[in-house]
């Protein structure tokens, strides 16, 4: 026999820290003693190890190590190939894979023949995330969970201040807000609240958007055993996001100033901080570039650069050497223009340099971007895959309005075919 003795305390939790499960015999073992450790995903096998005892007749397994690169936040729109950045017709969408079920199921070999599962685990939903050693062994991730109106609520890295999160993005800007909801975390968010505010701080417009099916999401009350990828849903509550939300800021009197979000309940109590979205118009004539890459925590953050982008193509190329003039013709001749290295191969890449004036806060935001494996880019109203390419920010103070002018260089991350 075999039994789980001890294992991650909460059930929603970021993929990349160490998920420890101790495992301990039931019945006296011998040398040729083994825990059989099945890993189960979304209800199909993807593993199945033998471990040895330590000496004293325990086995620690770490899911972490099984699970590693199989969980990514979501590019795309549920059940679609759009990206998830772009505008969408409804104002959630649910996960496709951003959000996995595993179980762990233990038995033992006793040197002859195996038993399988002889005990088997909850259902963990793992989320593409990871947490540093630093946050100490089993770290919790409740702080997530729309339980109480200080709860962080939102799938985010930045900070909240007097449990607000601050964002700043401009009326053309598109993204989401993503979040874990269901009744299994203790949950009580049934709505978002949206209010709008013009430049003295004036409420002008409002709306509620109910969680369900018919605006894109999952019902809180669904069984998250059956319908786990239904508990990760993202808001489309950038500004150009949501056609609704759009009329009721570009309806503002003398234009809105900033508006929020209000994780609520059915009749209104607030169950998570509230993101205040602040206009950020553009001080030039340039199109503004939005960078957005997947957060620590299961979800994506942005930031916009106002300042003028830099584009450089730099090309790549391989040539062979050809012979000019035909040696089988009645006479040898060729032309001046003869072409005697001809390339084969040829790529080119775009890089850009991004320029804007950030916050401390945005700058403190960048190093969650420099360790992201996933960056995307709005460039010129398109959002394309790039990657980073310097290793280092550009930094200038200015020491009157304690603002940072950055300076930021990303590499399309598709090939220019020539």
């Known amino acids: 026999m075999a039994s789980i003795d001890d294992s991650p305390s909460e059930q929603w939790l970021p993929a990349g820290q160490k998920l420890i499960f101790t495992l301990v015999p039931d019945i006296t073992i011998t040398s040729a003693y083994r825990f059989v450790v099945q890993v189960e995903e979304n209800g199909t096998e993807i593993a199945k190890l033998y471990l040895t005892p330590n000496p004293n007749e325990v086995a620690y397994f770490d899911l972490s190590q099984v699970v590693n690169g199989r969980v990514e936040v979501d590019s795309f729109k549920y059940g679609t190939t759009s990206t998830i950045h772009s505008f969408n017709n409804k104002v959630f969408t649910k996960s496709n894979e951003g959000i996995k079920k595993y179980v762990v199921k233990v038995g033992h070999f006793d040197g002859s023949s195996e038993t ?3 005990d088997v ?10 947490v540093q050693i630093s946050a100490g062994y089993d770290p919790l991730f409740e702080d997530y969970y729309g339980e109480l109106a200080t709860s962080k609520f939102w799938l985010t890295d930045r900070e909240p201040v007097n449990n607000v999160i601050e964002v700043t993005a401009g009326i053309e800007d598109t993204g989401v807000f993503a979040f874990i909801n269901t009744d299994d975390t203790g949950s009580q968010v049934e709505q978002i ?41 993202y808001a489309y509550l950038y500004p150009a996001s949501y056609t609704p939300l759009t009329t009721i800021l570009n309806n503002v009197t003398g234009g809105w100033a900033y508006y929020e979000l209000k994780p609520a309940t059915a009749i209104g109590d607030q169950r998570g901080n509230i993101i205040r979205v602040y206009n950020k118009c553009r001080y030039t004539k340039n199109e503004a570039v939005q960078l957005a890459w997947a957060n620590t925590v299961g979800g994506w953050d942005y930031l916009r650069f106002n300042g003028k982008k830099q584009k450089t193509v730099t090309r790549e190329e391989k040539t062979y050497r050809k012979i000019v003039g035909d040696y089988n013709a009645a006479f ?87």
Request: glycine letters at 6%; hydrophobic letters at 40%.
């Open 193 to 233: 609240i949206l209010t709008a505010y013009d430049s003295d701080g004036v409420e002008d417009g409002t709306a509620n958007y109910t969680l369900g099916t018919p605006s894109g999401a999952q019902s809180p009350g669904a069984a998250a055993a059956t319908y786990w990828y239904g508990t990760l849903i």
């Open 116 to 118: 399988l599962a002889e």
């Open 121 to 130: 685990s909850q259902n963990y939903y793992l989320l593409d995330g990871y």
């Open 332 to 418: 040898f001749a060729f032309a001046p223009s003869a072409r005697e290295i001809k390339p084969y191969q040829l790529e080119a890449k775009e890089r850009y340099q991004l320029n804007g004036i950030l916050t401390i806060e945005e700058l403190t935001l960048m190093q969650y971007c420099m360790r992201s494996k996933n960056v995307m880019a709005r460039i010129d109203g398109l959002w394309v895959p790039v990657t980073i390419s310097t290793n280092s920010m550009q930094i200038e103070e200015e020491t009157v309005s304690k603002v940072f002018v950055t300076s930021f260089e990303v590499e399309l991350a598709q090939v220019i075919r020539c």
